[in-house]
């Protein structure tokens, strides 16, 4: 079997299954109800338990594993390194927002996740939590362009550029409003809270405007593998309100803060593919 063959074949396996533990993410019960959860250590050793972070370690050097498949090492070092601190972004918005036993790891074919400890209590809450990724990742786009444009180093510039495509590219398509990325539960945050009864219209017709936006990319795969996400979504989905809605100076907060990130990665994107002439 051809490797793009195998690769896609289990991009779409990796989709089914993150998507399936959105779902369930989704539908836990809310914060606040009492649930048994395991004891876990105070004080230093608390930063990192090996026999309790087992799973997501091994199921990131698996997913590296196959990074270096895809990529030369060097590629797949930075590729692994955007996306922790992607997820490292949602993880520490969990932990300011109040929340306990989070977790993140890299997934094989997929890229990464990180999963709250508990549902989030309103709509700011989900929108400032989905917003975060991208923005840990902001200034990462910025200075690895700088350094790219201003050092002389060769090898320097080298690291620097495939930094700032993947941390560009990736964050990009990360705000598309397509479920599960983090564009759609920003998104859903804004339908719930002043238009709690067109929920499920509003993100089909986002969805449909971030697929369009996928394809005139020429990213066809993505294209197929988000529309699984996209017809998956909607078939659950339901209008009304689930969370505390968003008040006037919170969706102003989240407006621009989603349009600051769409520009500072889409100037990303754009400066990759086009790139300044030196004179």
């Known amino acids: 079997m051809p490797r793009d063959t195998f690769f896609f074949i289990g991009c779409v396996i990796a989709a089914v299954a993150v998507f399936m533990l959105f779902r369930y993410q989704r539908n ?15 004080g230093p050793a608390a930063w ?19 990074l270096l498949l ?24 969990y932990q300011l927002t109040g929340r306990k036993g ?8 997929f890229g990464g996740i990180a999963v709250a400890g508990a549902p989030h209590k309103n709509e700011f809450e989900r929108a400032f939590c989905a917003l975060a990724g991208p923005g840990i990742c902001a200034p ?33 398509f990360n705000l598309l409003p397509i479920y599960p990325l983090d564009g759609a539960h920003a998104a859903e945050s804004l339908l719930r809270s002043f238009a709690p ?3 499920r219209t509003g993100m089909i017709a986002l969805a449909a405007a971030g697929l369009f936006a996928v394809a005139a990319m020429g990213y066809y795969q993505a294209f197929i593998i988000f529309a699984i996400f996209a017809f998956l979504s909607m078939s659950g989905m339901r209008d009304g309100v689930r969370l505390p ?13 989603y349009g600051v990130l769409v520009a500072v990665h889409a100037m990303g994107a754009y400066l990759y593919f086009n790139p300044p002439v030196f004179f």
């Open 70 to 93: 895809q990529f030369s090492w060097q590629s797949a070092i930075i590729l692994a390194a955007v996306i922790l601190l992607h997820e490292y972004g949602h993880l520490l918005a």
């Open 48 to 66: 990192f338990d090996f026999g309790s972070y087992g799973r997501e370690v091994g199921m990131s050097l698996f997913a590296f594993a196959f």
């Open 197 to 199: 009864n067109r929920v």
């Open 245 to 257: 809605r968003l008040g006037g100076h919170d969706a102003v907060l989240v407006l621009v803060g």
């Open 140 to 172: 990462l786009t910025a200075l690895a362009f700088a350094a790219w444009y201003w050092t002389d180093d060769a090898a320097l510039s080298s690291w620097a550029w495939r930094a700032f495509y993947f941390s560009s590219i990736l964050n990009l």
């Open 28 to 42: 836990r019960p809310p914060a606040g109800s009492s649930l048994p959860t395991r004891r876990r250590q105070s």
């Open 102 to 109: 989070n977790r993140m790891m890299l997934v094989p074919f």
